[in-house]
T-cell receptor, first 113, second 111 residues
Framework: ETGVTQTPRHLVMGMTNKKSLKCEQH?????MYWYKQSAKKPLELMFV???????ENNSVPSRFSPECPNSSHLFLHLHTLQPEDSALYLC????????????FGPGTRLTVT | GIQVEQSPPDLILQEGANSTLRCNFSDSVNNLQWFHQNPWGQLINLFY?????KQNGRLSATTVATERYSLLYISSSQTTDSGVYFC?????????????WGAGTKLIIKP
């Protein structure tokens, strides 16, 4: 148990569906992250929120839409995904000023059919 | 940009054996972290170690920043140690939130 939870753990969706991934951290951290991990590729940073403000968007396609309503919750809204978007999506958090020691959630394994 | 290389890429050991995993980086870094990813995908932060030596149970890590490498030691391996071990560095030449990740060492501990 890392103090970061993610739901759902597994998700299968069609290319025309809309779904959302949820992340919650119970560590009192101020920064939250979405990472994508595809097979045989290194972790890719997608988005960063610091004190609820988006500070990084690493050229992620608009079919991925993040939302951070408060410093404990982070969502990733998905729509019209492609099969190549199938991957493990990991949420992480860190304490601002502690130079990014990351704590990860268990991930959502997404399959796009 | 900075290069982060981990070795060996794969390692198979019997339960009870000791192992050393290495992470080399090509430039000065602000900090370095070691992670373990279990077969179900969960990433656990093992060490936050910009320099020096730290120990946590059977695991220890040493970073020699001046020589640009870090070592992760696993003693008396257990089957639950299986998975992929990643190092990730905070490089001052990049954004405040981007970590540079190694490709990982896949460790299999046989019973």
């Amino acid at each position: 148990e890392t103090g970061v939870t993610q739901t759902p753990r597994h998700l299968v969706m069609g290319m025309t569906n809309k779904k959302s991934l949820k992340c919650e951290q119970h560590l009192g951290h101020n920064a939250m992250y979405w990472y994508k991990q595809s097979a045989k590729k290194p972790l890719e940073l997608m988005f960063v929120y610091n004190f609820k403000e988006q500070t990084e968007n690493n050229s992620v396609p608009s079919r991925f839409s993040p939302e951070c309503p408060n410093s404990s919750h982070l969502f990733l809204h998905l729509h019209t995904l492609q099969p190549e978007d199938s991957a493990l999506y990991l949420c992480a958090s860190s304490q601002e000023g502690v130079q990014k020691r990351l704590y990860f959630g268990p991930g959502t394994r997404l399959t796009v059919t | 940009g900075i290069q982060v290389e981990q070795s060996p890429p794969d390692l198979i050991l019997q339960e009870g054996a000791n192992s050393t995993l290495r992470c080399n980086f090509s430039d000065s870094v602000n900090n370095l972290q070691w992670f373990h990813q279990n077969p179900w995908g969960q990433l656990i932060n093992l060490f936050y170690i910009p320099s020096g030596t730290k120990q946590n149970g059977r695991l220890s890590a040493t970073t020699v920043a001046t020589e640009r490498y870090s070592l992760l030691y696993i003693s008396s391996s257990q089957t639950t140690d299986s998975g992929v071990y990643f190092c990730a560095v905070d490089w001052p030449g990049d954004s405040n939130y981007q970590l540079i990740w190694g490709a990982g060492t896949k460790l299999i501990i046989k019973p």
